[in-house]
Nanobody
Framework: QVQLAESGGGLVQPGGSLRLSCAASGFTLDDYAVGWFRQAPGKEREFVATSWRGGSTYYADSVKGRFTISRDNAKNTVYLQMNSLKAEDTAVYYC?????????????????WGQGTQVTVSS
């Protein structure tokens, strides 16, 4: 079965760091563009970061310079390294994969989604 599974969320203090993982099964993640999105209660799902074939990356302005998306193809896993975390980063974080070309900051481009992992930034 084609699946994406996020992990690594938790409670961190403002200014802290956290690394999220997204493990793919049933398909080869390297053949897909990948993205990270987040959703806070009562808000729309928001683009965070993406990486697509050719080695290109793109980040939302709100996380640029603080977050880094990366891949480990041997583990069929994508990561989101989050540094200098702020309270406004609190959300459920989702990974997604797209097998087509497009603008990867749109949710509609993605074919597969993980179940999400909670990140809470609070003192």
């Amino acid at each position: 079965q084609v699946q994406l599974a996020e992990s690594g969320g938790g409670l961190v203090q403002p200014g802290g760091s956290l690394r999220l993982s997204c493990a793919a099964s049933g398909f080869t993640l390297d053949d897909y563009a990948v993205g990270w999105f987040r959703q806070a209660p009562g808000k729309e799902r928001e683009f965070v970061a993406t990486s697509w074939r050719g080695g290109s990356t793109y980040y939302a302005d709100s996380v640029k310079g603080r977050f880094t998306i990366s891949r480990d193809n041997a583990k069929n896993t994508v990561y989101l390294q989050m540094n200098s975390l702020k309270a406004e980063d609190t959300a459920v974080y989702y990974c997604a994969a797209s097998g087509r070309s497009g603008s990867y900051y749109y949710t509609g481009v993605y074919d597969y989604w993980g179940q999400g992992t909670q990140v809470t930034v609070s003192s």
